[in-house]
């Protein structure tokens, strides 16, 4: 049994076909101009948090100010930009049901390299004063509601031109390229910070990463103006959608944000909140933290495609609820096997990876499993907000929930309860999908 939004069923359009004797097909252009923005998202999401540090003290340090106040300006920025995503997946996701995905998406990727980009020209506090962390922090807004109409239209984009029997691996890409930005953001980081002095670093060095994305977004630019129109949109066709019962739609946006609360709330936490446990918790030193969150993350990124992929031929409740199950239960082996001093360092980088991997099992049908749920006329609304909200509460949250909470309890086991707890109900979630989803055309 299953929660959805559904019309009839129609037969897959055959999205795969050349657009011409030589060309490419649809999909695979459909596939690449989707995945392209999203690199852009989460790799300027990296930059962003990299480099926390140097524009704390460019853009929140009035003469006066306290280093560690700046920093906490500087999350806020990036909380905030987090908890806009939601906005914009129902503003952007409204334009893209009615009037199209190409379109909306060709918006997105305007405001997002537009914003990104002139954080890299921006002026600092030294030259504009107090001016300058307003418009950073609105520049973040920008890139909040352009990220949150994203995801929807890209996962859209990619499922609604995917071949029949390859809906889950063309949707995982979605989900790869998280991954792929990610360490994109820590190689450009990574590699200022080793041919470049501190001084240089923080008087113009920071602004190299943010300005790259110019060239990157007028290249997703490209790409998506050279696209079609999805099947299901043009079948649809681009009036004003029918209304859907709100109160289905409702329910399938809290079930989607409900089947992904393991994914946003594991992920974050193996992924991004680790390296600050490990340090803080466990007194790991910053070489051993950033290790882990690498292996971690190289886990993540190698199970997402076979995850995907595996989905198409088992389903995706099968694959999901296994990787959601399995982070519940191990959630604390793992903490204890870290926790251990005694424990071989080779086991502790492997059980990191593994944690990396599980959470991949979850992101890879992701995309696929949400937009099998929602019909053509609501879909990009419906999912973008399913994972918008889920991201904005389980990972936006995770690291104030983890770290308040140890700090009162005093327990260095809070991680492991707020994975297992999250990943508990999101496996019941999951378990409601139907096991045949995989196998049935989308619904318009």
């Given at each position: ?46 930059v ?6 140097v ?13 560690a ?105 979605q989900?790869?390229?998280?991954a ?95 390296p600050?446990?490990l ?47 399995v ?31 599980v ?12 937009a ?16 918008a ?56």
């Open positions: 049994m299953t929660t959805s939004v559904h019309g009839p069923a129609d037969e897959s359009d055959s999205s795969d076909r050349p657009t011409g004797p030589s060309g490419p097909p649809r999909s695979r252009k459909a596939l690449v101009a989707g995945s392209v923005g999203n690199f852009i998202e989460w790799y300027e999401f990296g962003y948090g990299y480099f926390a540090t524009i704390a003290a460019n853009f929140f340090t009035p003469e006066g100010g306290g280093d106040e700046a920093l906490i300006r500087t999350y806020a920025s990036f909380a905030l930009a987090f908890f806009f995503r939601p906005v914009g997946a129902a503003l952007f996701g409204r334009v893209g049901d009615r009037i199209g995905r190409r379109p909306t998406l060709i918006l997105v990727v305007l405001l997002m390299t537009a914003a990104t980009t002139m954080i890299g020209l921006l002026p600092t506090y030294a030259t504009i004063g107090a001016a300058a962390p307003w418009l950073l922090t609105l520049l973040r807004i920008v890139q909040g509601l352009s990220a949150g109409g994203e995801f929807g239209g890209a996962v859209s984009l990619m499922t609604e031109f995917a071949p029949p029997g390859r809906r889950g691996l063309y949707g995982a890409w989900s790869f390229t998280v792929l930005g990610l360490l994109g953001g820590a190689g450009a980081a990574a590699l200022l910070a080793t041919v470049l002095t501190e001084a240089q670093l923080g008087s113009w060095g920071w602004r190299l990463p943010f300005l790259l994305t110019l060239p990157m977004g007028l290249a997703a630019l490209w790409l998506r103006l050279r696209l079609e129109e999805t099947p299901s949109f043009r079948r649809r066709g681009r009036a004003e959608p029918a209304a859907a019962p709100a109160r289905e739609t409702v329910r399938a946006i809290a079930l989607g944000a409900g089947r992904l609360m393991g994914w946003s709330a594991a992920g974050y936490t193996f992924l991004v909140v680790m600050s446990y340090q803080s918790v466990l007194d790991a030193t910053f070489r051993q933290a950033l290790l882990a969150t690498v292996l971690a993350n190289a886990g993540f990124a190698a199970a997402i495609l076979p995850a995907g992929a595996l989905s198409d031929r088992v389903g995706r409740r099968a694959v999901m609820v296994t990787g959601a199950a982070a519940a239960l191990a959630a604390f082996p793992l903490l204890d096997l870290l926790q251990d001093p005694a424990a071989p360092t080779a086991a502790k980088g492997l059980a990191v990876c593994a944690a990396g991997a959470v991949g099992l979850m992101a890879g049908p992701g995309p696929a499993m949400l099998e749920m929602f019909p053509t006329r609501v879909r990009y609304t419906g999912l973008g907000l399913a994972y909200l889920s991201n904005a509460v389980f990972s936006g949250c995770a690291g104030l929930i983890i770290t308040e909470t140890i700090k009162r309890t005093g327990s260095a086991d809070i991680p492991a309860y707020y994975v297992a707890a999250t990943c508990a109900v999101s496996a019941l979630a999951l378990a409601t999908l139907r096991g045949d989803d995989h196998r049935r055309a989308l619904r318009d």
